[in-house]
């Protein structure tokens, strides 16, 4: 009897065995063709094909969770109006700099939208600026507010954005309002309650405890924008809490760069807007509340450029890409985080090695001790190349600005890493004006105190260079 069993035991083990060997062999068939009919990078195709078939259910887990894109949002394209379309659609406007003609149609063809005369802009240092002129026009709002945040804190400035969006709602106006499901506070998003609570349509970006809908939690929604009556519009790279009030001296300041916009090209801002609220919320935006007719309101030219893992990726790290071809003078950012990809940091550079002055200023200390690790195993190529990287001193800067030849600016919410450029829905402006040009430009460069060098780079103890490297791995997701 006790014979027969083992024999029984052993040939269901086989069994078992071959069951499971088959299974394998599927998942990993399955994923490896999956990948090579939708990964474009060949070291990320041959990542996941390895994984898959030297752990194929734990591989295909992974994959399943994080390598395949579900993102297709319902969105409506941005059509502008018959106004805002250049005389003829072929050529630039003829108000562009002659240098700047080749970038100006590379972003037309890269965005499908027009550039967009009679625009004013304002610029902000961070929220002690920022947030009074924002609760202001809050205040003075009579048909439409939307607001979308990538963070939303339930404090002190985050009540106060509160009150003031539900004063509006109080008063007649449609208010709507997108927070991002992982920034607004995963398991405790105090201010969307507090919305909700005083009747104000709230809605969480990819926000779900359901297992099946875990794969959305490294895509997020990192876009900050404000749009009164869909004439006026806030745009950078502030966030609502309480930290960016810097003159309060919290206990983590964080500076940082806005901008109000005044002009046609907030109806581009407001599709943006439109296009993420109906993914979340399935309510389309429409009528004159949120798309008046808009009057020119100043002399500058500017478009939005949306990026994001659905119809619009790569879309900002190709403006960008276009704009260090075209430069012919100076290249100038500053940004928090500086992860790019090969692509971007060879074009970088290639325009130092041309000729061009490229300055990039990164944080000595930013707000995440592992993007700082990985980025120092980042910056031997562009140093060999001629690149200055700067080194800006506390407090942390959460500022993304890109300045070309002093004529031509880049601002919004995109930062100078993968998870900007591929993961995260981003939303950034592009700026015809040298006099805006100029000024940046300037702001930056009062940052340009503390280079830092080649010497202090290969310095660096053999422990120091296996951490950051091992760091950098993880570069994708950072």
Not at 69 to 85: G, H, I, M, T, Y
Not at 356 to 365: A, G, Q, S
Request: glycine share 8%.
């Amino acid at each position: 009897m006790e014979e027969a069993l083992n024999r029984w035991l052993e040939a269901t083990a086989s069994i078992r065995s071959d069951v499971l060997a088959a299974l394998g062999l599927v998942l990993a068939l399955g994923v490896s063709g999956h990948v090579l009919l939708r990964k474009r990078e060949i070291s990320v195709a041959i990542g996941w094909i390895g994984l898959a078939w030297l752990s194929p259910i734990f591989g295909t887990g992974l994959y399943a969770l994080f390598g395949v894109n579900r993102v297709s949002r319902r969105a409506r394209r941005l059509r502008p109006k018959p106004s805002q379309q250049p005389s003829d659609p072929r050529e630039p406007e003829t108000s562009i700099d002659a240098d700047l003609r080749p970038l100006e149609r590379a972003g037309r063809q890269i965005t499908q939208l027009p550039l967009v005369a009679g625009n004013a802009v304002l610029l902000f240092r961070n929220g002690d600026e920022a947030y009074p002129a924002m609760l202001e026009a809050i205040g003075r709002a009579t048909r439409s507010v939307a607001l979308s945040s990538y963070i939303f804190r339930d404090d002190e400035t985050g009540r106060a954005f509160c009150d003031a969006l539900a004063g509006a709602k109080a008063r007649g106006a449609e208010v709507r309002v997108l927070i991002d499901g992982i920034g607004g506070g995963y398991f405790d998003p105090g201010a969307y309650r507090r919305l909700r609570r005083a009747g104000v349509p709230a809605g969480l970006f990819m926000h779900s405890a359901l297992p099946w809908r875990m794969p959305f939690l490294n895509l997020r929604t990192h876009k900050k924008l404000l749009i009164l009556d869909g004439r006026t519009a806030f745009t950078g790279g502030i966030n609502i809490s309480d930290a960016n009030r810097v003159s309060r001296r919290p206990p983590h300041p964080v500076r940082d760069t806005h901008f109000r916009i005044d002009g046609p090209v907030v109806e581009q801002l407001m599709m943006a807007f439109g296009t993420d609220w109906n993914f979340v919320m399935n309510e389309e935006l429409d009528g004159e509340r949120w798309f008046p007719g808009i009057a020119r309101a100043g002399e500058t030219t500017a478009r939005v450029v949306t990026s994001g893992p659905d119809a619009d990726i790569e879309k900002i790290e190709f403006v960008v890409l276009a704009a260090l071809s075209c430069a012919r003078r100076s290249v100038r950012l500053v940004t928090p985080y500086f992860l790019p990809s090969e692509i971007v940091l060879n074009a970088l550079a290639l325009a130092s090695l041309r000729g061009v002055t490229v300055d990039v200023i990164i944080p000595r200390r930013s707000d995440h001790r592992f993007v700082d690790w990985a980025t120092r195993a980042h910056l031997d190529p562009l140093l060999e190349s001629g690149v200055r990287i700067w080194l800006d001193e506390p407090p942390f800067d959460h500022s993304k600005v890109l300045v070309v030849d002093e004529t031509w600016a880049f601002v919004g919410s995109a930062n100078w890493d993968t998870r900007s450029f591929r993961l995260n829905f981003e939303l950034n402006v592009e700026i015809y004006d040298a006099g805006i040009a100029r000024r940046l430009d300037t702001f930056m460069a009062g940052k340009m105190e503390t280079r830092l060098t080649k010497d202090a780079i290969t310095g660096r103890s053999l422990p120091e260079r296996f951490r950051d490297a091992g760091a950098r791995l993880l570069l994708p997701y950072l």
